[in-house]
């Protein structure tokens, strides 16, 4: 929103009277035009858009509902307060029944003036904050899309597809940054429930007694500071989806709750006696080994069981083959809109360093890393010495084609080998560059492999 200082356009024909509403306006940092008539106020707003209008009523020529009635037309956002000396209910009837924002009748106290105008000046803002909120929501469509080619992702799509339309409850796992949030989302979005609310907790950030305050609610008095009645997400998003995020890290007896109210579909407030119906329909993810952690008796067994009738698995981007060109393509491309550029480019070098990285933080961190160099880019295209130095320096990793299943070392490294090599569209001096190895080793293991 613009914090300049509001525009106000005084009319009156008497010259007292607007010099001393002119006064207590700029004297509080308003900018002010004063008009002595109809004509004048009427030329005044042809010329400019003011935030308010004071205007009297009774006036020579043109009258100030002429002047309510040009400056609706012409501003229709501008707010218009009328001054009259006879207050008959009429006059100020017909005035706010033409757009005008209220009536101030004469005598009036100078306190009384400046709290007219200080609240239609706020009803003004109001209007222009929800405007301007409207539009971002409009312009914000960033349609949700799961980028990547990989087999794996293609067939997670297709589950997604699949299983977005009921309302079986679902667990995501995954690395941290490999989506699972864009999934959740997505699954929301592809839903019957898709108009209503997709609430997100992350269960990790809360202590127990926290988390099940913001999963539950509250009735009054259920503790000190407990005043009024809170409603909990469960309660909070009816018809819509609750992602409980990082689900991994709660404890046994928030689990309790949580199979309970997966299972029966019911939650009770903290505090509460009785039994609530919710309905909502619930995405779980960690990026814990659930297996592993029931083994180890840190997640309830049957809590488990009840999750792991739908689960969707987002492989590592390391593993995803191809995709982290496609990925630095699509976050090129979101960059240059957001930056309000037609396009960005990188180079081929970054391209390739790209392509050998391991990426720990998974598409966060690719995308991470392609936000901070387009702005470090400043306009030209994207060049090696815009990526975070540990890229940069460190010799050039390589990552994990796409094996699904185990394999021996020598069918990994082969593998490897022609992936990289398809990687550098065939060339032998840029293979063994990214594989760490000179020219006449690779020529001996293409030859082994059968790569030639
Ligand atoms: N396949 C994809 N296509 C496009 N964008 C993606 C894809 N996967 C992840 N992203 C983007 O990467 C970022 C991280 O994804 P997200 O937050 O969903 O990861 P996460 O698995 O929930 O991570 P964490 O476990 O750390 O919470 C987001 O900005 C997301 O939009
Ligand atoms: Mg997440």
Sequence with gaps: M???????????????????????FSRRGARVTVASGGREAVAELEKDEFDLVITDLIMEGVDGLAVLERAKTLWPDTEVVVVTGYPTVETAVTAM??????????????????LLAQK????????????????????????????????????????????????????????????????????HLLSARRDERFLAVNCGAFNEELLENELFGHEPGAFTGAVRLKKG???????????????????????VKLLRALQERVIRRVGGA??????????????KDLRREVEAGHFRQD???????????????????????LLSRFFLAKMAK??????????????????????????????????????????????????????????????????????????????????????CGGSRTKTATVLGIDRASLWRKMKKFGLE
Excluded at 2 to 24: F, G, M, Q, S, Y
């Design 274 to 287: 009785k039994d609530i119906p919710v309905d909502v329909r619930i995405v779980a993810a960690t990026n």
């Design 2 to 24: 613009n914090d300049l200082p509001p525009k106000i356009l005084v009319v009156d024909d008497e010259p007292i009277a607007r010099t001393n509403l002119a006064h207590v």
């Design 120 to 187: 239609a000046l706020e009803k003004r803002r109001l209007r222009q904050e929800v405007k301007l909120l409207r539009e971002r929501l409009r312009d914000k469509p960033d349609p949700l899309t799961i980028i990547g080619h990989c087999p794996a992702i293609e067939r997670l799509k297709r589950t997604v597809a699949q299983v977005a339309p009921t309302d079986s409850t679902v667990l995501l796992l995954g690395e941290t940054g490999t989506g699972k949030e864009l999934v959740a989302r997505t699954l």
């Design 338 to 423: 957001k930056l309000g550029r037609d396009s960005l480019t990188m180079s081929p070098e970054v391209m390739d360093i790209l392509a050998a990285y391991p990426f720990p933080g998974n598409v966060r961190e690719l995308e991470n890393i392609i936000e901070r160099a387009a702005v470090m880019a400043e306009g030209e295209g994207i060049d090696v010495r815009h990526l975070p130095p540990d890229l940069r320096g460190e010799p050039v990793r390589v990552a994990r084609p796409c094996a699904n299943e185990p394999v021996t070392l020598e069918e990994n490294e082969r593998r490897h080998v022609a992936w990289v090599l398809g990687h």
């Design 233 to 255: 997400l469960f309660e909070s998003a009816p018809g819509g989806t609750l992602f409980l995020d990082e689900l991994g890290e709660t404890s046994p007896a928030m689990q």
């Design 97 to 114: 029944r033409r757009g005008a924002y209220d009536y101030l009748a004469k005598p009036y106290g100078i306190e009384e003036a400046r």
């Design 303 to 325: 809590l488990y069981y009840r999750l792991n009738v739908i689960v969707l698995t987002l492989p590592p981007l390391s593993e995803r083959e191809g995709d982290v060109a």
